[in-house]
């Protein structure tokens, strides 16, 4: 007979791709994706006793991963002065990368980093392939809302790109 512990670290580590795509969108140094994903497995297992199985478990760990996630950005935003980003703090190989196509994904990575909590949380879900009743269902918006929202922030990530 497995536990609640056994079924949970199970079921988070199936999962754990998620808390890493969060993290990695709603920080940017190493310490602070460590610290935000300590801080959502913590709130995971807190929370673990009400998932239902009425809802499939990536859902539910998007919903309380992104809700912590954002709790941690502003809190971290209103006790840290701004730093601006400088794409010479992260170092990557240029071995077998294209070297264009790689600033354009560090570029859409700092654009999607600049937009407001829930479009930032839009635009993850979005880019996982998640469709918009799943957005809907994970961000407690409509799918109606989530369309308008991604083809706005489409848009604005359009000009940025092109304006850069």
Not at 78 to 99: A, M
């Amino acid at each position: 007979m497995t536990t609640n512990k056994e079924t949970f670290l199970r079921l988070l580590e199936e999962h754990k791709g998620i808390i890493i795509k969060i993290c990695n969108g709603y920080c940017q140094a190493k310490d602070d994706k460590e610290d935000l994903s300590q801080e959502i497995v913590y709130n995971l297992w807190k929370a673990f006793g009400s998932y239902t199985a009425d809802y499939k478990f990536s859902t539910w760990l998007y919903r309380v991963a992104l809700n912590v996630a954002i709790s941690y950005y502003r809190r971290e935003k209103r006790s840290l002065q701004y730093t601006p980003y400088d794409e010479n703090l992260i170092v990557f190989s240029d071995e077998g990368y294209n070297k264009e196509l790689d600033g354009n994904l560090l570029l859409l990575q700092q654009f999607i980093l600049e937009l407001k909590e829930i479009d930032k949380s839009i635009m993850l879900l979005y880019l996982d392939d998640k469709s918009y009743y799943e957005i809907a269902e994970i961000a407690g918006i409509s799918e109606t809302n989530v369309a308008t929202r991604i083809n706005r922030i489409k848009t604005n990530l359009k000009s940025k790109f092109s304006n850069h």
